[in-house]
């Protein structure tokens, strides 16, 4: 007798597409999850037949997933703290039919945990309107193309405007404050420490403290867009020092005041903790922001189209 197979598939309808994958992509345990369609009556519907709504095809996600590393229940958890679960007409600024919210069970005990969990959700009155997400029996997933597969790896930038913009980050953050502890198996201890413990590493001892190379510096964790390296600066503090960010709105510098004088900067988007500027509040130009590199990425001008950052390739002009 064989072994029972751990290989599970979870479908879940949540909006936009481009917004359901990183959620679940970044768990331990989740072997691949797939950008398509399904719910409808067409087949190999094309994004343009299904937007109108007349295909009654969802958009949608499948996850495949390993059931020792991470169970269905969990997958649940994370679905229902990605949607507004109370909205009939889609989602965000994203409306009709096709944004609408479902889970797709494939098998009876799919089902069974899908209507215990929605059922826990409606008893928490967290809502204080009916949870309308829909739980639908699983039926044929068509791929979606290509273009929309991993969007937010492809086109980190303008997924990262897309989540702002639509309005799903400001309801998530209002009622799903994020749980992190996940990230510990993400991250190295360090980078850890660092982004989500407000830690400091030592200086002179770090990855970009005399990094010289042409390219752009995002946050570790959120992969959002914060400096570049034609701004960096040699501050003589063993850290990497720049002499502003990217972007004006890329970081928030914070009222936390360290002991040196410094205030806190976070990442705009992802809200983790990347050091101290100082003389932020001096027209001069000695505004410096001293950033740990355990809180950095660092992108090479020659992969930004590669790794979806090409809206910063013309910073570098041959």
């Given at each position: 007798m064989g072994l029972k197979s751990t290989v599970e598939i979870?479908?879940?309808?949540?909006?936009?597409?481009?917004?359901?994958?990183?959620?679940?992509?970044?768990r331990p345990g989740v072997i691949k999850v797939v950008s398509g369609?399904?719910?409808?009556?067409?087949?190999?519907?094309?994004?343009?037949?299904?937007?109108?709504?007349?295909t009654g095809h969802y958009e949608a996600v499948q996850i495949t997933f390993d059931s020792t590393q991470?169970?269905?229940?969990?997958?649940?958890?994370?679905?229902w703290q990605q949607v507004d679960p109370t909205d009939e007409g889609g989602q965000f600024s994203d409306r009709g039919s096709s944004y609408q919210t479902a889970i797709f069970h494939h098998n009876e005990q799919q089902r069974q945990k899908a209507e215990q969990s929605k059922q826990h959700l409606e008893n928490s009155r967290k809502f204080m309107v009916p949870i309308v997400t829909k739980i639908l029996q699983a039926g044929p997933f068509y791929v979606a193309e290509e273009e929309h597969q991993d969007f937010y790896k492809k086109s980190n930038f303008q997924y990262k405007l897309y989540v702002k913009g639509s309005g799903r980050e400001r309801f998530l953050n209002e009622h799903w404050p994020k749980d992190r502890t996940y990230l510990k198996?993400?991250?190295?201890?360090i980078q850890y420490h660092v982004t989500q413990e407000n830690g400091k590493e030592p200086p002179f001892e770090n990855q970009y403290w005399n990094h010289r190379e042409e390219g752009i510096y995002?946050?570790?964790?959120?992969?959002?867009?914060l400096f570049v390296s034609k701004d960096k600066c040699d501050s003589k503090t063993g850290w990497p020092t720049f002499r502003k960010p990217v972007m004006s709105a890329s970081v928030n510098v914070t009222a936390v005041i360290n002991e040196e004088g410094g205030q806190e900067v976070r990442s705009r988007e992802g809200n983790n903790h990347l050091g101290y500027v100082y003389n932020?509040?001096?027209?001069s130009k000695d505004i410096q922001y001293h950033i740990y590199s355990a809180s950095l990425r660092f992108i090479h001008k020659s992969?930004?189209?590669?790794e979806g950052y090409g809206d910063f390739i013309l910073l570098f002009p041959v």
């Open positions: 979870a479908t879940f309808a949540g909006g936009c597409f481009w917004c359901m994958v990183s959620p679940f992509d970044q369609y399904t719910g409808g009556t067409e087949e190999n519907p094309t994004y343009e037949q299904v937007i109108t709504g007349k991470l169970s269905y229940d969990e997958l649940l958890t994370i679905y198996k993400l991250l190295t201890p995002v946050d570790v964790v959120s992969g959002e867009p932020a509040t001096s027209q992969r930004l189209e590669e």
